[in-house]
């Protein structure tokens, strides 16, 4: 779970564009859309599928102010491949090397300066192949708590 964390983060919006993102409080659910796990058993793909984890994330002022960029370049073995976002719209795409392959996420959507929407598509290739959809929607919910 700790790499679809990472695509969470690959689709927070940069400060550095034209709109900027508030910092405080984001409420994040991503929801398992489409799941393809070769070795797994039909009841680990079964309950996968459609699943919803939701998340809560203070983001600081000093966070806001590096970006996502800043925090997944961070991430041990993952490359930043590209991040555009032009326009209110996110294109991105992170290859994450480890001994179980390569783990390639490509992530598309949309943002404004208090909430996110995006569909990210996981593969992995190497031992252990698999592919999923992942959507998820982010909205701040006002400021963060002490």
Known sequence: ???????????????A?????QP??????TTYTAVDLPNAPPAVVARLKGHKTQANRCLSPEQAARGPEDMIKGAKGCTLVRYDRKAGKIDAQMVCKDAQGTLTTTTTGSYTS?????????????????SMTVETTAKRTGSCSQ
């Not at 779970?1 to 400060?15: D, F, G, K, Y």
């Not at 564009?17 to 993102?21: H, K, L, N, R």
């Not at 405080?24 to 659910?29: P, V, Y």
């Not at 208090?114 to 698999?130: D, E, H, I, Y």
């Open 1 to 15: 779970m700790h790499r679809l964390l990472i695509v969470a983060l690959a689709a927070w919006p940069s400060l």
């Open 114 to 130: 208090s909430s996110f929407n995006t569909t990210a598509k996981l593969v992995r290739t190497g031992g252990q192949r698999m």
């Open 17 to 21: 564009g034209a709109q900027s993102v």
């Open 24 to 29: 405080g409080n984001w409420a994040l659910e």
